[in-house]
T-cell receptor
Framework: GENVEQHPSTLSVQEGDSAVIKCTYS??????FPWYKQELGKGPQLIID?????GEKKDQRIAVTLNKTAKHFSLHITETQPEDSAVYFC?????????FGIGTKLQVIP | DAGVTQSPTHLIKTRGQHVTLRCSPI?????VSWYQQVLGQGPQFIFQ???????GRGNFPDRFSARQFPNYSSELNVNALLLGDSALYLC??????????????FGPGTRLTVL
């Protein structure tokens, strides 16, 4: 089955700096890669996603890149703000099933 | 528009008991998936239902079962509860069950504690 590895597990950045979270996946059949933000006591919220036929996607301060050959994908957050502090999950989806990474706890220090 | 709703919010049970968790998807969404999220880990896929039929199952024992109703709401049932079943149970809805690219929208979850 699919295996998704995510790192780092924790990340502290100063407000205004950039944050990068990296994931790898094992199943070459995976074709959809969403990223979720989970705040304390809430369910995961989709923040950006990328499909396997696209190498990069950007939405304001958030960008995601995908390297299908290396089976790597990354989340980039620029100009971080205190409200970006949360746990971020990467995920990979093949046919029907979504496999999540272990999560990265991001702390943005004001 | 209402998002995915789940009930109850919190639940405390003892070992050996049975529990039923409920989920209402976003209006117009026909697919519901269930996930278990243990503290400090990512969600683990349990089931997906589409049009009342099971479309996917994760690596969970037969104590876990689910169903989807004609109005697309869903129930997750867990029998013979174990301490290790303590977790946040998440429901996610998506508009289609068979397309390759399905955005999933999660509910707030039900926090189950087994004593």
């Amino acid at each position: 089955g699919e295996n998704v590895e995510q790192h780092p597990s924790t990340l502290s950045v100063q407000e205004g700096d950039s944050a990068v979270i990296k994931c790898t996946y094992s199943d070459s059949a995976s074709n959809y890669f969403p990223w979720y933000k989970q705040e304390l006591g809430k369910g995961p919220q989709l923040i950006i996603d990328i499909r396997s036929n696209v190498g990069e996607k950007k939405d304001q301060r958030i960008a995601v890149t995908l390297n299908k050959t290396a089976k790597h994908f990354s989340l980039h957050i620029t100009e971080t703000q205190p409200e970006d502090s949360a746990v971020y999950f990467c995920a990979a989806k093949g046919y029907q099933k979504v496999t999540f990474g272990i999560g990265t706890k991001l702390q943005v220090i004001p | 528009d209402a998002g995915v709703t789940q009930s109850p919010t919190h639940l405390i049970k003892t070992r050996g008991q049975h529990v039923t968790l409920r989920c209402s998807p976003i209006s117009g969404h026909k697919s519901v998936s269930w996930y278990q999220q243990v503290l400090g880990q990512g969600p683990q896929f349990i089931f997906q239902y589409y049009e009342k039929e099971e479309r996917g199952r994760g690596n969970f024992p037969d104590r876990f079962s689910a169903r989807q109703f004609p109005n697309y709401s869903s129930e997750l049932n867990v029998n013979a509860l174990l301490l290790g079943d303590s977790a946040l149970y998440l429901c996610a809805s998506s508009p289609e069950g068979t397309a390759a690219y399905n955005e999933q929208f999660f509910g707030p979850g039900t926090r189950l504690t087994v004593l």
